[in-house]
């Protein structure tokens, strides 16, 4: 067990690290090539913050564990408005942008019933894993959209702003190539101790990729968003969010419907869909205001970390 627990540990920090330094090389490269940095900010950093779920998802998928990939994809977002939303609040109330409540909240709100509905039926195929593919390229394509027209929203912003720096194209390369083989190397040392541990405890792939594995790839949005309420800068952690679930969604889950489809955990369709569903309805109704403005209060923060302490704890019992 203590071996399993130290791939664990292990397969997180090269994961994490692996992620910064591919985002790293590979915006600063795309700029040495001459592609503009709202594009950078949308592909590379947008997709890149997603890219520990994504890698995860993918090798448990092709180690035919698609319950951890799926928990990963789902458990990722409950812990992104639970237990990042919440923590953050409780530091400093959330003050929510008109455009979030226009643009951003509606197409998370979107993406997540079209994924619940392409799960509905119990399966889930290379077809809807084709659906996402096609709902992340008009996603991509409407944000690109909204910032040139001068409309850009709470997630462009943030994407722009986290654009690493430009660097020799060398070093670009280096980096990039650093965190290709890192991500994919990092993910089968953690899938190995994640499944290792959750044998040893009797949990299943699902349970261990919606509590363990999904808190771990969240730690990177979990510290950003933290260290900007710490600055006087909370709205950063919506941002993060809401980018991180509408990826999530369409990348992550994606990965264990193209690679290995098949049916999904009845668990997942009357416990955790609804569960990530009710979440996000509760963020919307505290973005839009019970009583008028939109804030994240800290009650409402705490409420929500009740919320996710509830549901990891049934999750752990349920096993």
């Avoid at 900010?41 to 564990?65: C, H, I, Y």
């Avoid at 509760?282 to 009650?299: A, E, K, Q, S």
């Amino acid at each position: 067990m203590l071996l399993s627990l130290g791939a664990i540990v292990v397969g997180f920090v090269l994961l994490i690290w692996g992620a910064d330094r591919f985002i790293a090389g590979a915006a600063a490269l795309a700029q040495d090539l001459g592609v503009p940095k709202l594009l950078v900010g949308l592909t590379v950093v947008g997709l890149g913050t997603s890219a520990p779920e994504m890698f995860v998802a993918g090798v448990a998928a092709l180690q035919d564990k698609p319950g951890l990939a799926i928990g990963n994809a789902i458990g990722s977002n409950v812990t992104n408005i639970a237990l990042i939303l919440g923590v953050t609040a409780l530091v400093a109330p959330l003050v929510v942008q008109n455009s979030v409540l226009k643009r951003e909240l509606p197409v998370l709100s979107l993406v997540c019933v079209g994924a619940t509905v392409l799960m509905a039926d119990g399966d889930l195929t290379r077809v809807d894993g084709g659906v996402l593919a096609v709902g992340l390229l008009g996603t991509l394509v409407w944000m690109a959209r909204m910032a040139r027209s001068g409309t850009s929203t709470a997630l462009d912003d943030e994407m722009a702003l986290d654009v690493p720096e430009q660097a020799p194209i060398g070093r670009a390369v280096l980096w990039t190539v650093v965190g290709l083989i890192a991500l994919p190397l990092s993910s089968q040392i953690l899938v190995w101790g994640a499944v290792n541990l959750a044998n040893a405890f009797g949990l299943s792939d699902l349970v261990i990729g919606l509590t363990i594995v999904a808190l771990g790839t969240s730690l990177p949005e979990l510290a950003a968003s933290v260290a900007g309420a710490l600055k006087g800068e909370p709205e950063i952690a919506l941002g993060n969010v809401l980018g991180s679930n509408m990826f999530n969604l369409l990348v992550v889950l994606a990965m264990p419907a193209l690679i290995a489809p098949g049916a999904v955990e009845a668990a997942v369709l009357t416990r955790d869909l609804p569960v990530m569903l009710g979440l996000t309805a509760v963020l919307y109704l505290m973005c839009v205001g019970w009583r008028g403005p939109g804030r994240v209060t800290r009650l409402e923060g705490s409420l929500l970390l009740l919320a996710f302490v509830g549901y990891t704890s049934i999750l752990l019992i349920a096993g």
